[in-house]
């Protein structure tokens, strides 16, 4: 079956920068699609870009140009994210979910990674 | 980017009850809308799809309705593994959601 395995909570300091992981398995993933989301608890959901394995080709949320880069390694179907200049208003569950043709509904989620931004 | 409005924010009804939860978009949206379920500390769960698509495995008393600017889920005989938070999402731009409505048990 479909499994999305984010990598473990993060804690960094203001000013750093973070790389969060996603490993796929259970379908092809070098023809998906994938995206990344922003939750701070208690709080909706923002979509924050993403990127088509087959090409590496990306799309961002506006917001978030040149906060998020996001990338793949189809070698071992997994998904990037990296997050750069961290404030604490970056503090948050960060999902990555898998759409069939891009821009959608996702069917499949990761179970999120907390990044806290703290000095 | 097209906005949501979901209503109410929160939400509280007995077992057994019918419940209704409201989206409304900036602009039409063509049916570009799916629904979500989420509980504490878990990803989101697709419910609905294309505004009134069932996803595999969701139970039947879940329905989504709704078209141009106006959607709407609706969940049958309220069940108490129903209370969550739930949001909706159009997909007919870059995705964006609603604020959410948690629903929880009167």
């Known amino acids: 079956q479909v499994k999305l395995q984010q990598s473990g909570a993060e804690l960094v300091k203001p000013g750093a920068s973070v790389k969060l992981s996603c490993k796929t398995s259970g379908y092809t993933f070098s023809t998906s699609y994938m995206s990344w989301f922003k939750q701070i608890p208690g709080q909706s959901i923002e979509w924050i870009g993403m990127?088509?394995?087959?090409?590496?080709?990306?799309g961002y949320n506006q917001k978030f140009k040149g906060k998020a880069t996001l990338t793949v390694d189809t070698s071992s179907s997994t998904a990037y994210m990296d997050l750069s200049s961290l404030t604490t208003e970056d503090s948050a569950v960060y999902f990555c979910?898998?759409?069939?043709?891009?821009?959608?509904?996702?069917?499949?989620w990761g179970q999120g990674t907390l990044v806290t931004v703290s000095s | 980017d097209i906005q949501m409005t979901q209503s109410p924010a929160s939400l509280s009804a007995s077992l057994g009850e019918t419940v209704t939860i409201e989206c409304r978009a900036s602009e039409d949206i063509y049916n570009g809308l799916a629904w979500y379920q989420q509980k504490p500390g878990k990803s989101p769960q697709l419910l609905i799809y294309n505004a009134n698509s069932l996803h595999t495995g969701v139970p039947s008393r879940f329905s989504g309705s709704g078209s141009g600017t106006q959607y709407s889920l609706k969940i049958n005989s309220l069940q108490s593994e129903d209370v969550a938070s739930y949001f909706c999402q159009q997909y007919y731009d870059y995705p964006t959601f609603g604020a959410g409505t948690k629903l929880e048990l009167k």
């Open positions: 979910a898998r759409s069939p043709m891009g821009i959608d509904w996702f069917a499949y």
């Open positions: 990127i088509y394995a087959g090409d590496g080709g990306t």
